[in-house]
């Protein structure tokens, strides 16, 4: 199958610290987003990337995406504790009307 | 900005009991989709709707589960007889061009 899996499980790092989560998949896709997931609560898109691009950035996010590798990696700078969550990879098989297939996540703590 | 809408936020019911959980898509979306997440566990995909259709549905969407858009704003999600392990958190998502899905805050159940 398709899946995610993100490393590490989880993460506990210092406010200003950069915090680094990496995702595997294994088949080849259409595009790769991330989530955030407060706990208990919905999850907030942040960012795709397709499987042409290599790499993105959003504000203090940037995302990579190697193919070849199977892998992506999302970066967060300068971190806060507001960016204290659990963070998902998604991979959509093609384009259009596709499932997405999520990884277990990586749960990030920082800390104040 | 518009966002998506999940009624209720926590459902509590018996076992074997009817439940429907209640979505309102962002309104010019055109797919919608329904996955849940186990407590601790990944976000799974259960199904997807265009055109006021199943177009894809998971091995977990078996024949206790239906969904339906019955004006165009709500999209439910029926389990005619729930089981302990239905219990989770279960999410509606929508998307304009099947591509970056957008969820709600999701619909916690609890099956006694």
């Known amino acids: 199958s398709q899946q995610g899996e993100e490393d590490p499980q989880a993460l506990s790092i210092q406010e200003g610290e950069n915090a680094t989560m990496n995702c595997s998949y294994k088949?080849?896709?259409?595009?790769l987003q991330w989530y955030r997931q407060n706990s208990g609560r919905g999850l907030v898109h942040l960012i795709l990337?397709?499987?042409?691009?290599r790499e993105k950035h959003s504000g203090r996010l940037r995302v990579t995406l190697d193919t070849s590798k199977k892998s992506s990696s999302l970066l967060i700078t300068a971190s806060r504790a507001a960016d204290t969550a659990s963070y998902f990879c998604?991979?959509?098989?093609?384009?259009?009307?596709?499932?997405?297939?999520f990884g277990k996540g990586t749960r990030l703590s920082v800390i104040a | 900005e518009p966002e998506v809408t999940q009624t209720p936020s926590h459902q509590v019911t018996q076992m074997g009991q009817e439940v429907i959980l209640r979505c309102v898509p962002i309104?010019?979306?055109?797919?919608f989709y329904w996955y849940r997440q186990i407590l601790g566990q990944k976000v799974e995909f259960l199904v997807s709707?265009?055109?006021?259709?199943?177009?894809?549905k998971s091995e977990i969407f078996d024949d206790q589960f239906s969904v339906e858009r019955p004006d165009g704003s709500n999209f439910t999600l029926k389990i005619r007889s729930t089981k302990l392990e239905d219990s989770a958190m279960y999410f509606c998502?929508?998307?304009?061009?099947?591509?970056?899905?957008?969820f709600g805050p999701g619909t916690r159940l609890t099956v006694l």
């Open positions: 088949t080849s896709i259409n595009n």
């Open positions: 998502a929508s998307t304009l061009l099947a591509e970056t899905q957008f």
């Open positions: 309104s010019n979306h055109l797919y």
């Open positions: 990337i397709r499987s042409n691009e």
């Open positions: 709707f265009y055109n006021n259709e199943i177009s894809e």
């Open positions: 998604a991979t959509a098989f093609n384009s259009g009307n596709t499932p997405l297939v």
